[in-house]
């Protein structure tokens, strides 16, 4: 008989393996916090004071001093006043309330998205974790965008400007004709009227001056057209803004239809029917070219048959919903994801930049709105429009 001591063991096979799976979970999960971008947290929030428990090693990357530096320190200790005092009453406020919190905070000329949301223990003991995330580039990428777009909306301004001179001219020549055959007339009669020998003016004195009021009111009306007329274009091209940063929606829509006149072309029709609206956030230029730039998209949609432009409005809360409907030939659907890339378009080359519902997202969302569009390829499509009610504005 062997006197070698015999040595027990508790654990059995299926005990240890699943110590063993723990072991390399513990070990996957430490790893992937370690190498993601992610910068991980546990804190301790308690007597006014928000302090760390436990974070991820790459906290050295954004405040320069190892982790184990951090342990038991509050914010106040580890970043600027202004800075710590927000994260500190931020974390009060969900160990508090037991809410999910969503920040972006800036530090050092970066920018940060955190979510912290409260942990209990076993003892009932609420600690705060949480995760932060470097999201400068994003956010310059999407300042990059709207500065994109924002140079796009002046570039299509500009190009347009030729198209836009021309499609106006005859409108402006109209009631200029009016204006220059009224004084010419005003003129006349007036001379006639100084020379005693005239027996028109003897006879027929009273009536003649009429024709003179008549003509010199029609006169006035169409100067006041060509002023208008000028207006539309000045606010379109040069991009000039309301101060009051305001706008009445049928006002918009009657200039926007107007700058977009060029484009509408034979069995194409238009119908506005808006009702009475509370004025809704934006300058009238920015208006005037958002659907501007909708309208020329409709206009263009025409396929083989007439084409029915549409144009409605209703309030929805604080918010105008204006739709913009037409019967062309609609937008397959592959094509529908790529339709608000700035320079994309289905047009042939010289028909179209591609930037006209680009532009019009930019402005729209600038004002706190959206675009958006659906389409049935050979039925037609639907934009729709939502802009907020300006302040102060009943709605």
Not at 185 to 193: D, I, V
Not at 251 to 267: D, I, M, N, P, W
Request: glycine letters at 10%; proline letters at 4%; charged letters at 20%.
């Amino acid at each position: 008989m062997s006197s070698e001591p015999v040595v027990s063991s508790n654990v059995k096979p299926g005990q240890a393996t699943l110590e063993a799976a723990r072991r390399e979970a513990a070990e996957m999960l430490s790893l992937f916090i370690q190498r993601s971008p992610i910068y991980a947290y546990i804190k301790e929030v308690s007597g006014g004071e928000s302090r760390v428990l436990h974070a991820s090693e790459n906290y050295r990357q954004m405040l320069g001093i190892p982790v184990a530096e951090m342990i038991d320190k509050s914010m106040e200790e580890l970043f600027p006043a202004e800075l710590a005092a927000k994260m500190t009453a931020d974390d009060l406020a969900v160990v508090g309330g037991g809410e999910v919190l969503h920040v972006e905070e800036e530090l050092a000329g970066r920018t940060y998205a955190s979510v912290k949301f409260p942990i209990v223990l076993g003892d009932r003991r609420t600690l705060l974790a949480g995760y932060t995330i470097d999201i400068t580039e994003q956010r310059r990428a999407e300042a990059d965008r709207r500065e994109l777009l924002v140079r796009s909306a002046r570039s299509e301004r500009t190009a347009a400007l030729g198209t836009l001179a021309a499609g106006m001219s005859h409108q402006i020549n109209n009631p200029l004709t009016y204006v220059i055959a009224g004084i010419a007339f005003a003129r006349e009669q007036l001379e006639a009227a100084r020379n005693p020998g005239h027996s028109a003016w003897r006879a027929h004195g009273e009536a003649r001056q009429a024709e003179v009021e008549e003509a010199l009111r029609e006169a006035e009306e169409g100067a006041h057209r060509v002023k208008d007329l000028v207006a539309d274009l000045c606010a379109f091209a040069l991009g000039q803004r309301s101060t009051d940063a305001s706008c009445d929606l049928p006002s918009a829509f009657e200039r926007a239809a107007k700058v977009a006149a060029h484009a509408l072309a034979g069995g194409t029709t238009l119908t506005i029917a808006l009702p009475d609206l509370p004025p809704v956030a934006g300058s009238q230029a920015e208006l005037i070219q958002l659907f501007a730039c909708l309208l020329v998209n409709a206009y263009q949609a025409k396929g083989d048959g007439p084409n029915r432009v549409r144009v409605t409005a209703e309030l929805r809360g604080r918010k105008v919903v204006v739709s913009i409907s037409d019967t062309g030939n609609g937008i397959p659907a592959e094509v529908l994801p790529k339709v608000f890339l700035p320079f994309f378009t289905t047009r042939a080359i010289g028909q179209g930049k591609g930037l006209g519902l680009s532009v019009a997202l930019g402005i729209a969302q600038g004002l706190g709105g959206s675009v958006e569009l659906q389409s049935t390829q050979g039925q037609g499509t639907t934009v729709t429009v939502t802009l907020p009610v300006a302040d102060g504005s009943s709605g």
